[in-house]
């Protein structure tokens, strides 16, 4: 297996050469015959181990175990211990959720510190196998039958090509030391239950399981590679992107026969699940949402829209004091005053200063809000029937800005200003107020 791991090793990780590999310890046969491997074939090792207090005294025996084993072998050990049950509840996570996301974050962790260059985990082809079965009977994807990946970014899994078989023989014949987590023979987990009742059957009647598998995996990555190819090419004519926002065309969207297999695709990556949801805003009346932490979609008339959720007050208010020349938050803009009224647009307009009572306030609309649109001959109309008449979508009243003086609106900023604070020829303290790009 030595010679085999060494030739694997340059076949499918020559990046690993020279590099500082931190090698995630738990004692058992698997990241034991990992780690041995890696110190016969010469690379220099770190190794990490994480209690996550689930077994009692087993645990601290396990993090003893390898407290011991690095200090004999002059191996720099990272061990961190973990309340996983408290962290579960706090999160609302199942335990083997909870202890993977403590895991792989203690791992990113230590890579942050810049002590290492990779993180390889001990995974193995039973294992690939198990997680695709696991995945198949809960219902997924194609990337969900994919298998685990031979990398992750910085996480590397160099023993996926081996079976469980090849690592204990070699555990045997090498005289490794290791431990037993007890918690493999209980079958109140479902992985357990596909290891210990599925897997062998499906053995018995095909002996040559795993290498099939291998193969058959093979051939659905590149059905995978086929549909992102597919899902790039069709995003391209049916989503457009402004700035941190997406908006999909609903019309063309749903003139693909598959569309749910396309949204899935392109907004899996951003943390949603609640699909079925998300279906049904296709056909849903505007403003209906869907979060996902950090993102919303929002059907938005003949658009689905997807945006970053920011941490913005609706009712927070922005004070413009005078003398301020520059604003960059909540918008960009210019304050100067000029000696003649130039030409006004909806991003630039010129207005009496003196008319003006500081500070100014820059403020989202609200119900009741009331203006006098310049050139409308003095006449006042609702805020909202203005957006109405502009048809202005949900997403675009909701982003719309109100430059205020005290109570009064001089500037629905970017869309029309009020006809109340507008400079004349006679006006001696023009101030020009001017979105920046």
């Known amino acids: 297996m030595l010679s085999r791991f060494r030739t694997h090793l340059k076949s499918k990780f020559p990046f690993l050469e020279g590099k500082r590999l931190l090698l995630a310890c738990s004692g058992g046969v698997d990241s034991m015959v990992m780690l041995d491997l890696f110190r016969k074939s010469g690379y220099e090792v ?19 175990f390898i407290r ?13 211990t973990f309340d996983t049950e408290q962290f579960a509840h706090d999160f609302k996570l199942s335990i083997q959720l ?44 194609i990337e969900g039958l994919t298998g685990i990946p031979l990398q992750n970014g910085n996480i590397v899994r160099p023993l996926l090509d081996f079976t469980r078989a090849e690592i204990e023989s070699y555990a045997k014949s090498n005289g490794l030391e290791w431990r037993e987590d007890s918690s493999n023979a209980s079958e109140k987990y479902l992985r357990n239950k596909i290891r210990h009742q599925l897997v062998p059957a499906l053995k ?96 938005d008339r003949d658009a689905l829209v997807l945006s970053p959720l920011t941490d913005e007050v609706p009712d927070r208010e922005y004070k413009i004091y005078n003398g301020m020349e520059t604003i960059e938050f909540p918008l960009k803009m210019s304050l100067k005053f000029v000696k003649a009224i130039g030409r006004q647009s909806n991003s630039a307009i010129f207005v009496d200063a003196e008319k003006l009572r500081f500070p100014l306030v820059l403020r989202r609309w609200k119900e009741g809000d009331v203006f006098y649109p310049l050139g409308m001959n003095g006449n006042s109309k609702k805020v909202s029937k203005f957006f109405k008449d502009g048809k202005f979508s949900l997403r675009d009243k909701e982003h719309a800005w109100l430059l205020c003086s005290r109570d ?25 107020i001017a979105l920046k790009e």
């Open 46 to 64: 770190g190794i990490a181990h994480c209690n996550f207090n689930l077994r009692g005294a087993e645990s601290d025996q396990d993090e003893s």
């Open 98 to 141: 909870a202890a993977r996301k403590l895991r792989y974050g203690y791992f990113g962790e230590i890579l942050e510190a810049g002590k290492y260059d990779y993180v390889l985990t001990a995974h193995h082809a039973d294992d690939n196998l198990e997680t695709f079965l696991i995945n198949l009977t809960r219902g997924t994807g």
């Open 408 to 432: 009064d609106i001089i500037w629905i900023v970017g869309h029309r200003a009020d006809e109340r604070f507008g400079a004349q020829s006679t006006t001696t303290n023009i101030l020009n």
């Open 68 to 80: 011991e084993f690095a200090a004999a072998n002059h191996l720099q050990a990272h061990i961190a």
């Open 204 to 299: 018995e009647v095909r002996p040559d399981l795993l290498e099939t598998f291998a193969a058959t995996q093979d051939f659905l990555r590149q059905t995978q590679s086929l549909a992102d190819d597919a899902a790039v090419l069709v995003f391209q004519k049916v989503a457009k992107t402004f700035g941190t926002e997406i908006r999909f065309d609903l019309p063309e969207l749903k003139k693909l026969p598959n569309f749910q297999a396309y949204l899935y695709k392109w907004l899996s990556g951003f943390g949603f699940t609640a699909w079925s949801d998300i279906y049904a805003l296709v056909d849903a009346q505007s403003g209906k949402q869907v979060f996902a932490p950090g993102h919303v979609l929002l059907k």
